[in-house]
């Protein structure tokens, strides 16, 4: 007994030890967990908002944070915005990479606010069509997605599809012809300089396109906003117009009977870029990310949800998908690419001829 009560005695003792080690025990794990979320690497960027930032973190943040074990901080910033936060903060940039459309990215860097890539530093370089990856080394970041300007057209009244942009010319579409504005849409103007080069004209001779433009003015209609070619198409005003594949897909989504075409002159592209910000301190995981924006599961993706052409040329695509985007070697060969540079300088007297142009 005498024993017995020594060795109670004795754990009795050694318990508030055993708490003590037990403390000490969960205050190292905390402070091990408390390091580690400090140490997490953040990562921030800008993105476009709505659904295509949600679809954004679905193919490409979130699998790249869990990846990774990183933070992605997004700030919902459109491509100008991005352009005069990267200006303001030059010195101490926010964002270490940045997206953008509009061809934003050419102006962005040369002006010194993005890095060069070498091919070398994405492990997916080869696998892009070569327009995608044309300007890296100049600070312009790859094209990881693409809209494509071509022809949506009206399936129920228009039977045999159009092959060429002359087509909004053909007196069989008079009085149901929608052109957009050049002035104040993006997508409108790139259609417009398509028309432009077909009908003979250059960037530095826009007086084709718009002879061409005012031999069909009177029978056709001028709109600005996506919206209102919506409810031309609803309303059955409108058969044909010059305007982006991915918005055809969301007239079909909306029941319309519409369908995207690129004419045998090619298509214009509007790339979507994701860019290295000049100055940042996360070089090496910026570069991670976008080597894995440009992958192929992503590129697929960006195709499937909104109809954008893959840049990626390993993608494969169903049947149904593949058939509402420019898809494929012998159709990407036929993309138009217009210098972003002069596009930047000549627009607004472009801007003044157009309205000129339009004017009743």
């Known amino acids: 007994m005498t024993g017995g009560n ?15 080690l037990s403390m000490f ?21 800008n993105s476009f908002g709505g659904a295509y930032e949600k679809l954004h973190r679905d193919l490409v943040i979130t699998p790249f944070e869990e990846m990774y ?15 005069a936060q990267l200006r303001a903060q030059k010195d101490s940039p926010r964002f270490d990479v940045a997206h953008f459309s509009g061809g934003l990215e050419h102006a962005a860097a040369a002006e010194g606010l993005l ?20 300007g890296i080394e100049k600070g312009v970041g790859p094209t ?9 057209y009206n399936t129920e009244q228009i039977k045999e599809q159009p092959t060429s942009w002359n087509a909004i010319a053909d007196p069989a579409f008079q009085n ?22 077909v009908a003979g004209g250059t960037l530095d001779d826009i007086e084709p396109g718009l002879d061409f433009v005012k031999g069909i003015l009177p ?21 044909i117009a010059p305007y982006a594949q991915d918005y055809a897909y969301t007239l079909t989504k909306a029941g319309l009977p519409v369908k995207f075409v690129q004419p045998e002159e090619g298509g214009v592209l509007a790339p979507i870029t994701v860019n290295l910000v000049a100055g940042t301190d996360k070089r090496d995981l910026a570069l991670k990310f976008i080597d ?26 169903s049947d149904e998908v593949a058939s509402q985007v420019v898809f494929g070697e012998d159709e990407v060969a036929k993309l138009v690419t217009f210098d972003a540079n002069e596009i930047a300088k000549k627009r607004a007297g472009w801007n003044e001829a157009w309205s000129r142009a339009i004017a009743k």
């Open 25 to 45: 025990g969960a205050v190292a794990l905390a402070a091990v967990a408390t390091h580690g979320a400090a140490a997490q690497e953040t990562l921030t960027i």
């Open 219 to 239: 029978t056709s209609t001028v709109v600005s906003k996506s919206p209102e070619i919506q409810q031309n198409f609803a309303q059955g005003n409108a058969w």
């Open 176 to 197: 149901n012809v929608l052109l957009t504005d050049a002035a104040s849409n993006t997508y409108g103007l790139l259609g417009f300089l398509m028309i432009n080069k």
């Open 6 to 20: 020594n060795q109670e005695k004795d754990i009795s003792r050694m318990k508030p030890s055993s708490k003590l």
């Open 144 to 152: 990881y997605s693409t809209a494509v300007i071509g022809l949506l």
């Open 69 to 83: 074990d990183v933070k992605v901080e997004v700030v919902t910033a459109y491509s100008g915005d991005t352009l």
């Open 115 to 134: 890095s060069p890539i070498k091919p070398g530093e994405l492990s997916n370089y080869d696998q892009m069509y070569p327009f995608a990856v044309a």
């Open 292 to 317: 894995f924006s440009i992958r192929a599961e992503a590129s697929k993706g960006w195709a499937e949800g909104l109809r954008y052409t893959p840049t990626n040329k390993t993608v494969e695509l």
